[in-house]
């Protein structure tokens, strides 16, 4: 007898078995009458796949060899039996606070008002669009949010429709994290899609793990503040660039280097 699973939590994990066990186990404490774990693994080590197996997940899906984030996304969505998938990678922790407001997100994405809903978002958008009073929708195109328009996606937690690939794309496989992102987010932002955005936040880094939020902060603190709107505003013409060359079916991008392919 199949049993329907409303809520598919899909984690990606590379050779952090501490915080993926941090991450799983936020997420049984939300008590979700309907739910599975599917956790995605790029080829950890054998020590540490030894150490993943051994915790309480569903589905496991480890890969012959290291292929990169958006190949582990990919065969993760694939997996996935849910209605609806969450999305994290595994130094993000859920907070309990997100079993308040899952239905309503639910009820967005059901109804078509939203086709995603980030948890998280580290860059502030000057100009968002009230649709409930803890959920906004990212404008497609807003003077306001001039530096910010291509940051309506990104890879930090968020829940979609299970569909939602098959509507706009899977990721772009063989990619550098860095290219494999930019290049969905333009990807995004060229798109109908509707993204909406938690007022609340309702995820956190673990705490001394090396993740990506310790990464962009550490990264924008080092920056002199004489070069930072310098480099902002080159980032935003390099952007805008690419997005008006973008061809959806050759999904390359023109100014940036696949790294990953060199290798």
Do not use: W
Request: charged share 25%; with cysteine.
């Amino acid at each position: 007898m199949n049993t329907t699973i409303q809520i598919s939590f899909l984690i990606t994990h590379f050779n952090r078995p501490d915080d993926l066990k941090k991450c799983l186990q936020h997420i049984h404490a939300l008590g979700l009458p309907s739910y599975e774990i599917v956790v995605s693994d790029d080829c950890s080590t054998i020590k540490n796949q030894e150490v993943i197996k051994t915790m309480e997940i569903d589905k496991l899906l480890i890969a012959p060899e290291n292929q990169g984030l958006a190949a582990n996304i990919n065969k993760g969505i694939d997996a996935c039996r849910g209605e609806y998938i969450i999305y994290c990678q595994e130094d993000f922790i859920l907070k309990a606070e997100l079993k308040e407001i899952l239905p309503q997100c639910v009820d967005m994405i059901k109804s078509n008002t939203v086709d995603m809903i980030r948890f998280y978002s580290n860059v502030k958008f000057s100009k968002l669009i009230k649709i409930s009073n803890k959920i906004h929708l990212i404008p497609k195109f807003s003077l306001q949010n001039l530096h910010t328009n291509y940051y309506q996606y990104s890879d930090h937690p968020f829940i979609i429709r299970k569909d939602f690939f098959i509507l706009f794309g899977y990721y772009l496989e063989n990619t550098s994290g860095d290219y494999g992102e930019t290049e969905y987010a333009i990807r995004m932002m060229r798109s109908k899609s509707k993204i909406g955005l938690l007022i609340d936040n309702v995820t956190s880094n673990i705490l001394g793990s090396n993740s990506v939020i310790d990464r962009v902060q550490t990264t924008k603190n080092n920056r002199f503040n004489g070069q930072k709107q310098i480099r902002r505003f080159a980032r935003t013409l390099r952007l805008y660039f690419e997005c008006l060359l973008y061809d959806k079916r050759k999904r390359g991008l023109r100014t940036y280097t696949n790294f990953r392919k060199l290798k």
